[in-house]
């Protein structure tokens, strides 16, 4: 069975450009997280779709984070315009129920210059 | 949200049992205590979680306190492998901590 893939791994752009991170959940998980992790900081929660719908969305950071889960499969993270300290991991989830545990999987790095 | 204290580092030699220990005093009665824990700068994987009964699983053991307000997680005969952050966290949002950094030494 595939695990959470992320797309893509690595992501350098410049300040100003936008940039789509894609995440693919384990088949049937209807819940589906975002996390990043900013260099020297804790990893933190960005927002909890349950199929398509927006379930909690408390941890995104501004307005130029737009996350969108068409059709409760995958989901997108689109910074756009992308500053400096946007540049961090960002990590996917995907859990078959709200209860049960998280599988993440391997983050993708977002440089900006 | 109920937060979590964890000591920032701890030491484990080879084939002994780590034990990492966690404060949870503010935890609801409706909140599991889940481990997870980061090798490197790979994904979060899961250990293991649980309400008021202790738990094993093939990684490892988890011990709760009768009050809820701590618990332990045991990896019975820790590897080289094993050296990563460890986070416990009692939140359905998983909202991670600075976790307890485990160094694994020969």
């Known amino acids: 069975e595939a695990g959470v893939t992320q797309f893509p791994s690595h992501s350098v752009i410049e300040k100003g450009q936008t940039v789509t991170l894609r995440c693919d959940p384990i088949?049937?998980?209807?819940?589906l997280y975002w996390y990043r992790r900013v260099m020297g900081k804790e990893i933190k929660f960005l927002l909890h779709?349950?199929?398509?719908?927006?379930?909690?969305e408390s941890g995104m950071p501004n307005n130029r984070f737009l996350a969108e889960r068409t059709g409760g499969t995958y989901s997108t993270l689109k910074v756009q315009p992308a500053e400096l300290e946007d540049s961090g991991v960002y990590f996917c989830?995907?859990?078959?129920?709200?209860?049960?545990?998280?599988?993440f999987g391997e983050g993708s790095r977002l440089t900006v210059l | 949200d109920a937060k979590t204290t964890q000591p920032p580092s701890m030491d484990c030699a080879e084939g002994r049992a780590a034990n990492l220990p966690c404060n949870h005093s503010?935890?609801?009665?409706?909140?599991?205590v889940y481990w997870y824990r980061q090798i490197h700068s790979q994904g979060p994987q899961y250990i293991i979680h649980?309400?008021?009964n202790n738990e094993t699983n093939e990684m490892a053991s988890l011990i709760i306190t009768e009050d809820r307000k701590s618990s332990t997680l045991i990896l019975p005969h820790a590897t080289l492998r094993d050296t990563a952050v460890y986070y416990c966290?009692?939140?359905?949002?998983?909202?991670f901590g600075t976790g307890t950094r485990l160094q694994v030494f020969p």
């Open positions: 989830a995907s859990s078959p129920r709200q209860d049960r545990e998280l599988f």
């Open positions: 088949s049937g998980h209807d819940n």
């Open positions: 779709f349950v199929k398509e719908s927006k379930q909690d």
């Open positions: 503010t935890i609801s009665g409706n909140e599991y």
């Open positions: 649980g309400l008021k």
């Open positions: 966290i009692v939140t359905d949002k998983l909202i």
